[in-house]
């Protein structure tokens, strides 16, 4: 036996007694050994409370934790960083929470729960969820799909922002306040487009025809983006709705839209081209560029194209954020667009 070796020979009928007065020879230490490792990966790494009636427990090794929450009721709402498994769901860009555990009693996600848990692949969230919070799953770059199911009532500002790798969202058939169609999220009459998954559609999409506003940051990140359709019907751009779409290379304005928000286009660096329909009264384009009716603001500059600071003129805020954009804001009379050689 060699975790009990010996130096002169000992008889059988001394080697049976031995074997079974010590358990701790031999195999009896092999099988000590594995316990102990098995009781070792299920260790409580950190716990405690996120809700008055839910708690938290962190289990595993590293670099492989569960999240496990327990309990009923609304969950915690957090700022940015401040949940307390925070120190272990992000370390660079990764994450060490690798498994996410919610109860059936779970009545709320809050704010910025599961910000930053990049690891992330999968997330079942119980039927009993009746609101996601802002953020709540903001950052989970690896996170690939999500099912809402029919409990849920309220989604927050950019609940699935910066999901890199999200392909698809799922809506249980059953839930009164939102529908999905190609794995885009509406509301339930698909006349807001919520949010488009990032990894989720690529070349051109067409949004539907019963659209009417186009969410904030709803189309964020969606880099395999080149064209998007929108039609006659939408009247609203949201703020950031198109921000990061670098593959996006040129847009046109129906003339039914009367609101484009802030940095609606912003940092969509392979954008030439934004066109406005003639019939448009609030806004109208030349040389690719988006402006208000009457030419005197500046909206946005396509990323691929410069202003020369020959004139004054007057800016939004947004239009400074094109990558080639040169010359300070000031009251203007002409401008001059090239593209950059």
Aim: proline share 4%; aromatic share 10%.
């Amino acid at each position: 036996d060699k975790f009990t070796p010996m130096k002169t020979p000992i008889s059988t009928r001394q080697a049976s007694r031995r074997s079974k007065a010590s358990p701790v020879g031999g195999w009896g230490l092999l099988l000590l050994l594995l316990f102990s490792t098995t009781t070792l990966s299920a260790q409580t790494v950190a716990s405690g409370s996120c809700g008055a009636n839910l708690t938290w427990t962190l289990t595993g090794t590293l670099p492989d934790y569960t999240l496990t929450i327990s309990g009923t009721g609304d969950m915690t709402d957090y700022s940015y960083s401040s949940a307390p498994w925070n120190a272990y769901a992000s370390h660079g860009y990764g994450s060490y929470i690798k498994t996410l555990v919610l109860p059936s009693g779970l009545t709320s996600i809050g704010n910025d729960a599961f910000n930053g848990c990049s690891d992330l692949t999968s997330v079942t969230i119980p039927n009993s969820v009746t609101s996601i919070g802002d953020w709540a799953f903001g950052n989970c770059r690896n996170l690939i799909s999500i099912t809402i199911p029919n409990s849920i009532t309220s989604i927050g500002d950019r609940a699935f922002i910066a999901c890199y790798g999200l392909t698809n969202i799922s809506v249980d058939s059953g839930n009164a306040y939102y529908s999905i169609e190609s794995g885009v999220l509406f509301n339930n009459t698909k006349t807001t487009l919520i949010t488009c998954p990032a990894a989720g559609k690529t070349g051109n999409y067409a949004i539907p025809n019963s659209v009417t506003s186009i969410g904030d940051y709803a189309f964020y990140d969606c880099s395999g983006l080149t064209s998007v359709t929108i039609p006659n019907s939408v009247k609203s751009i949201g703020d950031s709705a198109f921000y990061d779409c670098s593959g996006l290379t040129s847009v046109t304005i129906p003339n039914s839209v009367t609101s484009i928000g802030d940095w609606a286009f912003a940092d969509c660096r392979g954008l030439t081209n934004i066109s406005v329909d003639s019939g448009n009264a609030y806004y109208s384009s030349e040389s690719g560029v988006l402006y208000n009716k009457n030419r005197t603001t500046v909206i946005t500059v396509p990323d691929g194209k410069k202003i020369k600071p020959e004139s004054d003129v007057k800016t939004s805020n947004q239009s400074m954020y094109c990558d080639y954009f040169l010359f300070k804001p000031a009251l203007t009379k002409k401008v001059n667009v090239y593209h950059e050689k």
